[in-house]
């Protein structure tokens, strides 16, 4: 089987959940989830603390066993399989390296435990590589309490990949990272997945990390898996108000369906104000929705079409400034003006009286579920 007009075989299922559920005492972590991982793919598990990520990445590891349903590897059920066992490596967010080894020796550390253990010129000739593919080539011999937090981060990865994994699991790997290490950080770990060919499994909360690095992200909430699919689609297509809203930033305006007009829906809003968007899904007269509409699709103008804003706040972020503007029945909300758009109309200042629009096809309605 083949993806249409690319002559590419579909990737293979390298890994599976089940119907897996996982309780503690009277928690329920994870709740019926069911995904199929991918071989060769960075998928991202993304949703905020407590709502089943990291648990789903244990099971994945080994670390915990499903309450029920299945875990599967290449095919096999591994519910009761031993981590060490399985062809999966995990990188912790803190890193979990040895302080009296050199660098060296806690990248090989995992091939020296291997039985029959390999030849020291194969062990050195592994660690040469995984050093060579972090670019840490020269710090052989440098102690962990000598390097930098991207480097231990490097360390880390190295030790992971040197065992050459099937799967790699990430819990968070760049959490204690400073922000432009961790925008370095975040095209090295797709270099060296790209390079490596294997599947990168991350755990995050950060959307911006997980839009970036990610082919598919798995959004997640009360142990469920809400929506699955790639950056672009759940950005632009989020299936609901929670996705929207965990995706990306976006502006939600609340109100009723009120009918049908052509292919978009229009929806009544507090104040006998009505909106038209894009319809997401079934949605009903009557039903309650969101209308999201996302900051960069609004345009501000001095005068023209629109509705009358004042602005609130300015802030400027280089390429575009973000601004808070605020209408009498819609209330406040966040606009991105690109730099373009400031040389031509010139800075807009706070307190000034200014139109805003976007395009009906732009605004999505959404379940607020």
């Not at 598990?45 to 066993?65: D, I, N, Q, Y």
């Not at 809400?226 to 299936?239: A, E, F, M, N």
């Not at 507090?270 to 079934?282: D, Q, W």
């Not at 300015?314 to 909300?333: M, N, S």
Request: charged share 25%; with cysteine; aromatic share 6%.
């Amino acid at each position: 089987m083949t993806n249409a007009g690319t002559n590419r075989a579909t990737p293979k299922t390298i890994a599976e959940l089940r119907n897996v559920s996982k309780r503690y005492g009277e928690v329920l972590a994870a709740d019926g989830l069911n995904l199929e991982i991918r071989e060769g793919e960075f998928l991202s598990f993304l949703g905020p603390s407590g709502c089943g990520k990291t648990t789903a990445l244990r099971m994945l590891a080994g670390f915990e066993s499903p309450t029920s349903g299945d875990v599967l590897l290449d095919g096999d059920v591994v519910n009761t399989l031993a981590a060490h066992r399985r062809p999966v490596n995990m990188v912790f967010q803190h890193y979990a390296l040895f302080p009296h080894l050199t660098v060296e020796q806690n990248i090989g550390y995992g091939l020296k435990q291997q039985r029959p253990r390999p030849p020291k010129a194969e062990i050195a000739e592994k660690v040469g590589k995984a050093l060579d593919l972090v670019r840490l080539s020269g710090f052989e011999r440098r102690r962990i309490w000598e390097m930098s937090g991207g480097q231990q981060q490097r360390v880390a990865l190295a030790r992971a990949i040197v065992n050459e994994p099937k799967m790699l699991l990430l819990d968070e790997p760049l959490a204690a990272l400073d922000r432009k290490l961790r925008k370095e950080m975040q095209i090295e770990l797709q270099n060296i997945q790209r390079s490596l060919g294997i599947t990168f499994i991350l755990v995050t909360h950060d959307q911006e990390e997980a839009l970036s690095m990610s082919d598919r992200i798995c959004v997640m909430r009360g142990g469920r898996i809400v929506q699955i699919g790639s950056p672009q689609d759940l950005y632009d297509r989020p299936k609901n108000r929670y996705v929207a809203g965990f995706v990306g930033s976006t502006n939600f305006f609340d109100g009723t369906v009120a009918g049908q007009d052509g292919d978009l829906l229009a929806v009544d809003l507090p104040g006998r104000h009505s909106l038209k968007g894009a319809p997401i899904g079934e949605l009903t007269k009557g039903q309650s929705v969101s209308l999201s509409v996302r900051p960069e699709q609004v345009r501000l103008t001095r005068a023209g079409e629109g509705f009358e804003v004042t602005v609130l706040n300015r802030i400027f972020l280089g390429e575009h400034t973000e601004y808070l503007v605020k209408h009498a029945a819609l209330g406040e909300f966040l606009v991105l003006a690109p730099r373009q758009s400031e040389l031509n109309e010139g800075p807009f200042n706070v307190g000034d009286a200014l139109r805003a629009s976007w395009d009906a096809s732009a605004a999505l309605v959404l379940d607020r579920n």
